[in-house]
């Protein structure tokens, strides 16, 4: 059976979400991940709960308070910024918000794994912080990178609740595939659903066998 043109679309749209929400939580959470291992700040762990809050929430719960900071007369608007519920935009801050976790976590235990002497051995031959951070901590943090990439950009795909809040069912501008495989369910077109299922576990397969096969080649080679 082939996909119908709204299938395809609501699957390209997914893909884009998901590539450009991973890119911002790296961007985001490289820093703030670096930040909470290395920090001797008492009160951290407040700020790890913060980030941890979306494993434990109702999506809905999440997407509905989103909704209501983004939406038309939330909070930012008073600030003259123009609300983004049922956007792309929304998507994109309401993924990620709810995939954060995913990907700092990861990032935060790779650099705790590394420990203090690589960083104290380099420091002793005058690299800067910024040459010991680029040359020592992120080569040696790659697999905890690969973990993140791949679990943001599948937990991304996968979201139902958060996108359905904050971006609704709009065909073509907020319609992912989640949301798509519900339509067909909904309408008892169960050939569809399974076609969109489907793939979707095998993508989700193949990226977390992709993982677990490059961080134990990178566990050998360590060895």
Partial sequence: MMLSEADITALLLTLKLALVSTFI???????????????RWRYKFLLEALV???????????????LVLLGANGPLSTFGIAPV???????????????????IQPLHDAFL??????????A?????????????????????????????FAHTIGEFG????????IPGQTQVLSIAIYDHVESLDYTSAHWL???????????????????????????
């Fill in 197 to 223: 299922s489907g793939g979707l576990i095998a993508l989700s397969f193949l990226m977390l066998a992709t993982v677990y096969a490059t961080n134990k080649r990178f566990r050998i080679f360590r060895l």
């Fill in 85 to 103: 519920a049922f956007t792309f935009s929304g998507l994109v801050f309401g993924s990620v918000i709810y995939s954060m976790p995913f990907v």
């Fill in 162 to 169: 958060v996108v359905l809040m904050i971006g609704g069912n």
């Fill in 113 to 122: 794994s590394i420990g203090k002497r690589p960083m104290e051995v380099a």
């Fill in 25 to 39: 939580l790296l961007l985001i959470g490289t820093p703030f991940a670096w930040w909470l291992a290395k920090s």
């Fill in 52 to 66: 941890a809050l979306p494993l434990v929430l109702p999506p809905t719960v999440l997407g509905f308070y989103l």
């Fill in 124 to 152: 002793t031959l005058r690299a800067s912080p910024w040459d010991r951070f680029f040359t020592i901590a992120l080569p040696l943090a790659r697999p905890g990178f690969i973990t993140a990439c791949v679990l943001g």
